[in-house]
């Protein structure tokens, strides 16, 4: 009797834990295979991926349900009964809340109502609906933590604009292309405008037609990923179907008409040989100059130059906006971008992933006047810039033009053996860019042996100002296993080799004061320099049960030219109702290394001075003789600790909304100071100046599929909130003036929201989309202290409208900020004195002539602004399919 019991105990062991294997193939609409589709066995962490035809295998128990998922694609659950279950994926598009990510963990991937951390999730045709020319403007207008806007005085910061995520400047989010790290820009911010002393990732050099979904954590994770991810991580997830190619033919322009743009992309996939697939985009562009100047102050000008006001209105009767183009630069852009795999064998794989993008910006510097640069100064302008009489010198515009050189590749090997998956990678990365300027001279007085003038009569017009470069080489190491229905855990080790170069230019740019509006690069500012990293970390989930997991990592990192820094992160979320509500949060500290950038640019620059026009000033590094002399420090990482609470619910299949609070403290934060007199002349450092606290609310809503006549409707609604954005310790020295506080901290808006709605009928989608630009405040170099200068909150307008034709062929039009709302600032009194001022009409023409340039800059100021001044844009573009 006892051995029948035993048997009987053992047998109903054996089901309870029995494993059978399923395998089958997931396809769309038309019946192809869709590689990279997330099959997780129900309750745990089970999960595979499909191949490049669609097939899958997975072991699961008896009785389990298997959910197949995919972005842009409706989630589907199928039974797991007998040995082969085959599923077809609609299309519906849009983000939804349990699409399985893989940003943020080291574990097994999580859908996001089963992550600890908040993770948008934007597919590609999210991206090409908002009709933005590229993936940086693109984001501005679907992510509400997300800010990027060109800067008034383009230079080389017209080569990429500076963006940021929850107001905490470029150099605080890590971006990553397929999971790998991809390399900073060779660009320095240095100009006195939102992103000042900052650099990041070239992210508008993406070609759109490239990307399949953008997961962005909206968290610290610098535990999981290493330096730079402070206030989040963006990972760009590129496409890798075999099938379904298309070409895009893109044009548009502003409502002003210009502007003109107009682009190509072609994207497409093929297998290759039985096992291996590629997926490659092509896209060139070319974008026309916008110019949007102001109506130049005559008395301004006068005080400013020291001219006579008849002669200053003489020649603004015939250039009312005195020369000056200022708006957005012509640019043309070549992208290249292949994503490919090959299968070894059912556990093992090969993958790579490459991109190329070649980038012409031309932009111009503010215009020389006749009466700026005079022929009583500089008689020979006339000749350079006339037909030698003097009657015939109006002055003359200096060019700007950029070549910018971006590339990146990964080569990887992944295997799963004994349920341990390995991945195995090398990823190289640089960007360079070089400088040229045109119709200018160097008017430095200095003299040959002979007496004779070097520059002045016999200056060249012009010259190449050198650039700079930047490259990474990252080697990753990726162990994984779940070793339980309970444990996953994670673990790997990275090493990273960085160059920076600051190139030369030729003498003549750099001579006596250089180049007349942008001096090039000194024999001894210029240089190469390297260092190198090497970091490890140990990553642990445990689901204590179905609805409570809690997740910790922790990560050493050490560099070898400041040491080393130690991180950790605890995640957790607790699941009820059915899974229908989620409760997250998350612990963390983290670190930013400085660049090499930072640590190592020195230079002479052009900058605008209140009441005196364009001066040169310097920037020193903090390893240069003349930092030791004045005392300044070496630069230190940044230390972070982050704090993060949220919940997200789905009362239903259509409805779901997640809202998140944020606390991030940053100490020792790197900042590029003010300038300041010394006996080396007015400079300015980079300083680990002082400690700041970030702190707001991130919301997000959809309500999806709602029947409307033979159509279906969809609401979105999402917004951030910043409730705290401010210096927290004393400043360490006093180069950190009220004009970088407002930069650094109110320069964004303090609220965005973004209210969109799409309705597909027929042949026919359209979409609304209503982005609230919140205020902005500034506090512009030269403007009086008792006043400030806020931007006034704007809605703007987009709407969209597609039309399939065929099968194959979709036409879209887009009209861009559709009611041509354009940024609109004004004076606030901080005090007594400041409102006294603003009673006074003269005074405040005059406050308002030192932070424009005299009105050249009377749209946005001369320090930035919160959203494009170009006004109405116009898109039309014609999608073919293969």
Known sequence: MKKITLLFLLLNVSILFAQKEISGVVKDNSGAGLPGVNIVEKGTNNGVSTNIDGAYKIKVKEGATLVFSYIGFSKVEKAATGSTVNVVLSEEGGQALDEIVVTGTRTAPRSNTTSALPIDVISSKDLTSTGQATFDKALQYKIPSFNTVQTPVNDATSLLDPYEIRNMGPSRTLILINGKRKNLSSLLYVQTSPGRGETGADISAIPTDAIERVEILRDGASAQYGSDAIAGVMNIILKKSTNGGSVTVRSGMTSEGDGEMLGVSLNNGSTVGDKGFVNYTV????????????????????????????????????????????????????????????????????????????????????????????????????????????????????????????????????????????????????????????????????????????????????????????????????????????????????????????????????????????????????????????????????????????????????????????????????????????????????????????????????????????????????????????????????????????????????????????????????????????????????????????????????????????????????????????????VKSNNFSPTLDALMFTSRPDTKWILGANYEIGKFGFSLNNTYFGKTTFKQDGLDSNLRTEFTPKIVTDLGVSFSATEKLTFSFNANNLLNVLPEWKFKAENAAGAALLADAAQVKNQSNLITFNQRYSRMTYDGFHFSQLGTMFNLSMNYKF
């Not at 510097?365 to 640069?373: K, Q």
């Not at 990964?410 to 119709?439: E, H, L, M, P, R």
């Not at 003038?453 to 012009?462: A, F, G, H, M, Q």
């Not at 980079?686 to 970030?694: A, H, L, M, P």
């Open 283 to 730: 896209d060139f562009s070319k974008v026309n100059q916008s110019n949007r100047p102001g109506t130049v102050d005559a008395a301004g000008e006068a005080g400013d130059f020291g001219a006579s006001l008849s002669d200053v209105q003489a020649f603004l009767a015939k250039h009312p906006d005195a020369g000056n183009i200022n708006g957005s630069p012509e640019t043309a852009a070549a992208k290249f971008l292949v994503n490919g795999g090959k299968e070894l064998s059912e556990t093992s794989q090969l993958y790579y992933n490459a991109a190329y993008v070649y980038k012409k910006v031309n932009s111009f510097a503010n215009y020389r006047t006749p009466y700026w640069r005079t022929l009583s100064d500089y008689p020979y302008l006339k000749d350079f810039f006339g037909d030698g009489t003097p009657a015939s010198y109006q002055g003359y515009v200096p060019t700007f033009e950029g070549d910018l050189n971006d590339y990146n590749g990964t080569f990887g090997y992944k295997s799963t053996k004994n349920d341990w998956n390995t991945d195995a990678s090398i990823t190289v990365g640089g960007n360079t860019q070089t400088y040229s300027v045109n119709n200018s001279h160097n008017r430095s007085d200095i003299q040959d042996e002979n007496g004779n003038n070097v520059y002045l009569e016999n200056s060249p017009i012009s010259f190449k100002p050198g650039g700079t470069a930047f490259n990474h080489i990252v080697g990753n190491l990726d162990i994984s296993k779940v070793l339980s229905d309970k444990i996953s855990i994670g673990f790997g080790s990275e090493m990273r080799t960085e160059t920076f170069e600051v190139i030369e230019g030729d003498k003549a740019s750099w001579d006596g004061i250089g180049a007349d509006s942008f001096a090039g690069n000194r024999p001894e500012n210029s240089g190469k320099w390297n260092r190198y990293n090497l970091g490890a970390y140990l990553d642990v989930a445990y689901d204590v049960t179905k609805d409570f997991l809690i997740n910790g990592t922790i990560r050493y990192e050490d560099y070898s030219d400041f040491g080393g820094a130690t991180v950790w992160k605890i995640s957790s979320r607790y699941k009820f109702a059915d899974d229908k509500i989620t409760l997250r949060g998350s612990v963390s500290t983290g670190f930013r290394a400085p660049t090499l950038h930072q640590i190592y640019t020195q230079k002479s620059q052009y900058s605008f001075v209140p009441g005196q026009g364009i001066q040169v000033s310097g920037l020193i590094n903090n390893s240069s003789p003349q930092a030791r002399i004045l005392g300044i420090p070496k630069l230190d990482a940044e230390k972070s600790t982050n704090i993060t609470v949220g919940i997200g619910a789905k009362p239903s299949r259509n409805f779901n909304f997640t809202v998140d609070y944020y606390n991030i403290k940053v100490a020792d934060r790197i900042v590029l100071g003010d300038k300041v007199e010394t006996q080396f002349g007015t400079v300015a450092w980079f300083e680990n100046s002082f400690d700041s606290r970030t702190s707001g609310l991130d919301f997000v809503a959809n309500y999806t599929n709602i029947e409307l006549g033979t159509g279906k409707l969809a609401f979105n609604l999402s917004g951030n909130v910043t409730i705290q954005n401010e210096r927290i310790s004393p």
